[in-house]
């Protein structure tokens, strides 16, 4: 059972950032940012192979969000950039104990979640 407790979300204006982190309880093999929108279906954001360093990006936010890691820490970050409204959400840290997909973030395969942060970006 691994625990993921989330920080650092908050209300900005476009075109701000802000940065998440998640603290785990332990180590996984993946740990990736999900976000939840109003009314809308909960999607993946990034990921991180804890093991090796690949990342994969949705494409919404390819360029602007770097998601990283301090493994000493057991730390996940999630650095945004250039927000525009449509970021806004609930945003959520997940671990998949068993894979990393390359190419995408199947939510069910994420077994572990943390409680959310909430992020705001006005116009």
């Known amino acids: 059972q691994v625990q993921l407790v989330e920080s650092g979300g908050g209300s900005v204006q476009a075109g701000g950032s802000l940065r998440l982190s998640c603290v785990a309880s332990g180590s996984t093999y993946c740990m990736g940012w999900f976000r939840q929108a109003p009314g809308k279906e909960r999607e993946g954001v990034a990921h991180v192979y804890t093991g090796g360093g690949s990342t994969y990006y949705a494409d919404s936010v390819k360029g602007r969000f770097t998601i990283s890691q301090d493994n000493a820490k057991n730390t996940l970050y999630l650095q945004m950039n250039s927000l525009k409204p449509e970021d806004t959400g609930m945003y959520y840290c997940?671990?998949?104990?068993?894979?990393?997909?390359?190419?995408?973030?199947?939510?069910?395969?994420?077994?572990?979640w943390g409680q959310g942060t909430q992020v705001t970006v006005s116009s």
């Open positions: 997940a671990a998949d104990p068993f894979r990393c997909s390359a190419g995408s973030m199947d939510r069910a395969n994420f077994q572990y």
